[in-house]
């Protein structure tokens, strides 16, 4: 306890017992322990007495003994590096004219002196050689009086009473994001929306707000409003989110094409945390689908969809993205139509990513990545683009099964880079290189092809939360993987370039 009281104490630890014994315990300041030249007796400096002087124990048991100022007993016939002109015996001189100060002394052998300096913002070990010719060279310092300690001044205080009291907490949102915007598109014509979030000041109680409209015509105004409304607390251990939306509109991918789609229903989810590092997640989603793919499907449909999660993330990130630590999300789910079976598939979804740290800036990072949706009306996953498999068309790539292993080492490729006008400068800040190499792919019933592709990328952080990202490579391709005719290699010669945004994976 007296530590956190400001007072110094001085043990000794026992290397092969490992125990410790203190050698003083008190309130007092003990510094600058030394040994003598046989080991028996151990000196220091103490405010014990009411100003620093020179103390000595000889062991742990016994007790301490003041030395007079002119003991000259510590050092085989050297004179001890301690002051010892404080009753004038000895003229005390200055040797050393440090700003910063000289600390810990201590004799060597060869009758030089052995000290501690702080100087150019960093702790050094000096040596002071040929001392007495040093002594005889300085200019004797005034006697020290050695004053006693006298008590600090306090600030005078007013006496006051104090009492314990509990307010109740009552909650105050405000107005934490407000965001809309207004698109102009040749095909699908004006749309617009706006998106709102809310708080209480300790944001516990959050509220999202999500209102746009899509209509092409004035016919379909009303019936192409978009709204979507989430509450999500976080007060307690178990969070939790529920909400409502509805959404309608005419939708595009590359698997199914144009068409139109109308859902409005509602959802829960709750999150539970296993430690610090990771949760589990489980989530409901209750919904009417009319889904039109024109010319091919017409149907309504009410879909269930339950889904549970495994999430863990101890991942230590720098500029561009995680450094350090692993990253993985396991999951497994079902979406089903309980009014007539037209949908009924099964999602299993596992992502690994470990980061292998092989110096302060340099990683290392593996992501093994595998998808399935399986069954009746199972959506497809997507691939391509500067997120999974690079250097691919975004999205490109899809399939009812997918899987995607990249390997990446990050490197720091430019600490600051600064371009100067006449009006002013510019300057960036931790830009970051990547070499990589990707192997995936998404199919529907056989894998046949595997896709991949390598390079080297710039990641470029914008602002502290916009990463720009810039690769260059090749792409590569395994055909005729189940034939019985064996495999063939395709290497396109072509030089492939892609720029986009995003976090390191």
């Known amino acids: 306890r007296f530590g956190q009281e400001g007072a110094y104490n001085i043990f000794i630890y026992d290397l092969a017992g490992d125990d410790i014994y203190f050698l003083t315990y008190g309130s007092a300041k003990d510094v600058t322990p030394a040994w003598s030249a046989d080991g028996s007796m151990l000196a220091f400096v103490s405010d014990r007495s009411g100003t620093p002087n020179i103390w000595a124990v000889r062991r742990p048991q016994d007790k301490l003994a003041l030395l007079s100022a002119g003991s000259e007993m510590l050092r085989d016939g050297h004179q001890p590096p301690f002051p010892s002109a404080f009753y004038g015996e000895k003229p005390l001189r200055q040797i050393t004219h440090f700003t910063t100060g000289a600390f810990d002394p201590e004799w060597s052998d060869d009758g030089s002196l052995l000290f501690t300096a702080f100087e150019n913002f960093s702790f050094q070990l000096r040596r002071l050689r ?33 009492s314990l009291s509990s307010v109740v907490y009552r909650k105050k949102f405000n107005l934490d994001v407000a965001q809309s915007q207004i698109t102009q598109d040749p095909i699908f014509g004006t749309s617009g929306g706006a998106q709102l979030a809310m708080s209480d000041m300790l944001g516990n109680q959050q509220y999202y707000f999500l209102i746009y409209n899509t209509a092409q015509t004035r016919d379909d105004f009303l019936g192409s409003f978009n709204v979507a409304v989430t509450r ?66 017409d149907r309504r449909a009410l879909l269930v969809s339950n889904f549970v999660s495994w999430v863990g993330d101890n991942s230590l990130w720098g ?73 691919y068309p975004r999205w490109q790539i899809w ?73 260059v490579g090749r792409v590569f391709s395994l055909h005729g993987l189940r034939s019985d005719s064996g495999y063939s290699f395709f290497h396109d010669r072509e030089w492939k370039t892609q720029f986009f945004f995003g976090w390191d994976f």
């Open 130 to 162: 040929d001392v007495a010719s040093l002594y005889d060279k300085a200019e004797v310092a005034r006697r020290d009086s050695l004053l006693t300690l006298t008590p600090p001044w306090q600030i005078p205080s007013f006496a006051a009473k104090s």
């Open 232 to 297: 999500v607390d976080l007060s307690k251990r178990l969070n939790t989110a529920i909400g409502g939306y509805h959404f309608a509109g005419t939708y595009y991918n590359y698997a199914q094409g144009f068409y139109y789609e109308r859902r409005y229903g509602g959802f829960a989810s709750v999150s539970y945390p296993l430690s610090v590092f990771q949760r589990i997640e489980g989530s409901l989603n209750v919904r009417v689908s009319d889904k039109n793919i024109f010319g091919l499907i």
């Open 319 to 391: 500029a561009s993205g995680p450094l350090d630590g692993e990253r993985f999300n396991f999951t497994i789910g079902n979406t089903l139509d309980v009014w007539e079976s037209n949908v009924n598939f099964y999602t299993i979804i596992a992502d690994y990513r470990r980061y292998f740290r092989l110096s302060t800036r340099m990683t290392l990072a593996t992501r093994l990545y595998t998808a399935i949706n399986q069954g009746k009306e199972a959506l497809p996953f997507f691939l391509g683009g500067s997120w999974d498999l690079r250097l």
């Open 399 to 471: 399939g009812k099964k997918s899987f995607l292993i990249s390997n990446e080492l990050r490197f720091p490729f430019i600490d600051r880079f600064i371009v100067s006008f006449p009006f002013g400068g510019l300057g960036f800040s931790a830009i970051r290189g990547a070499a990589f190499v990707d192997l995936g792919n998404s199919w529907d019933s056989r894998l046949n092809t595997v896709l991949g592709s390598y390079g080297l990328g710039i990641r470029l952080r914008v602002g502290g939360f916009l990463v720009l990202r810039y690769d």
